[in-house]
């Protein structure tokens, strides 16, 4: 498995913006999608969005769709979560996978929400303020 790095959350009020980076911790090529989940206190982890690596199509859950905006660079193996029009509710530790191939996406099996992913990285804090 690719061990990955989060970085970018922080404090932010509501309406704002953030920017998260995902990378590996040691060089590694990538040729699988990645993807953003999330875990707000309480709550269970959650699909977020997710970008192909053959074509950069790209797939997010209702809630965040029109304010997130995912992106990769596929020659730096790294992955961009734009995040705009912030809300409290967004406050949640963000964590990146790269485990699944484009073809869970793009064959919509993704919407099953049914993840089987055994190890996480550390996780960026993003705290929105009302």
């Known amino acids: 498995q690719v061990q990955l790095e989060e970085s970018g959350g922080g404090l932010v009020q509501a309406g704002g913006s953030l920017r998260l980076s995902c990378a590996p911790s040691e060089y590694t090529v990538i040729r699988r999608a990645m993807a953003w989940f999330r875990q707000a206190p309480g709550r269970e982890r959650e699909f977020v969005a997710a970008?192909?690596?053959?074509?950069?199509?790209?797939y997010y859950t209702e809630s965040v769709a029109g304010r997130f905006t995912i992106s990769r660079v596929n020659a730096e193996n790294t992955v961009y979560l734009q995040m705009n029009n912030l809300k409290p509710e967004d406050t949640a530790v963000y964590y990146c996978n790269a485990d699944y191939p484009d073809e869970y996406f793009t064959g919509s099996y993704y919407r099953y929400n049914s993840w089987n992913i055994e190890s996480w990285g550390k996780g960026t804090l993003v705290t929105v303020s009302s």
């Open positions: 970008i192909t690596w053959s074509d950069s199509s790209t």
